[in-house]
């Protein structure tokens, strides 16, 4: 199969996906024009219908459709042979994720990778790329929605997020049991872009006490809520990593704001940190895993799909919520 006519099956492909040939076009990294020149190619050449519109949809005609489920498999082969040769190393695998998501859900996950002959080359930073392509296989981000354009996205779950400090900094310091105590202490952060949230664990209004049990019978139960919900504080020290603001919360240098749990999991558990603010809780960032798309994804993608959302399940201070897949 020669590169252009690859190219040719690859934009009806697209299109067969995507129901648009712009959207086609965006996810090929292409022009519409140069998308729209590939399929009349392929239609002049074998002389047949291959598009048609269904409303406000682009799809395939009945022909079209089935001369791309009979050339799926050696698409597949060309795509996976492509990939070979591009790389050093055909069973490489190769992820960018954050520091806190590499140490503990990644990082595991060598042994498994070996067991299945590929070797996970991964990259820990705190800025990860949106948009795996090229050499970058996958992609692991931290934000409410998965980028809408050129990716496919599995939500791996929620990171909830702790506040915790050292014994000796609160023995010197005295407890935290409400946000606004943190205005009297050196507060630690990482990776934040706007001051610290927190609204009470239960938001269940009848859980909440009657304003006229409290020691300010002058608010309603909303306006107690908001009260604590973002604390007037001073943000003493913003750290570059979730790495290093663990290692300052233990080496006492203050309370570690919007520590990952999964990243403390293991102090708290030693007694190393001690969590504050139980009673309150910051949003939970949201994991996606992003890979680019393909027409014939290999069984590989799956199966790093697979490890990833199984490891993120099993792993202590994670959390899985029900939802379906992107």
Known sequence: ????????LEALGAVAE????????????????????????LSDEWDVALLERAGTATILTPEAARLLEEVAPVMRAFDNLERRFQRTRADEVSVEAPSAVASV????????????????????????????????DFSIVLQPEPPVERVIATRLGTMPLVCAASPDYLERNGDITHPDDLSTHAVLTALLERRPTFEPVSKDPKDLKDPADSDRPDLSVEAARALGRVPETLLTSDLSTHDALLNAALSGAGVAVGLPRCLAHAALRRGDLVEVLRDWRMPAPVAWLLRAPQRYPSPRIQTVVTLCRRQWSETPGLAVEKRPVL
């Open 18 to 41: 995507t129901g648009s040939l712009t959207r086609a076009a965006e996810t090929l990294g292409i022009s519409v024009s140069q998308a729209s020149r590939r399929i009349k190619n």
């Open 105 to 136: 859900v990644l990082a595991p996950l060598g042994a498994a990778f070996s067991e299945l002959g590929l070797r996970l080359q991964l990259r820990a930073t705190d800025r990860p790329n949106r948009t795996p392509e090229g050499e970058l």
């Open 1 to 8: 199969m020669s590169r252009q006519l690859f190219e040719c």
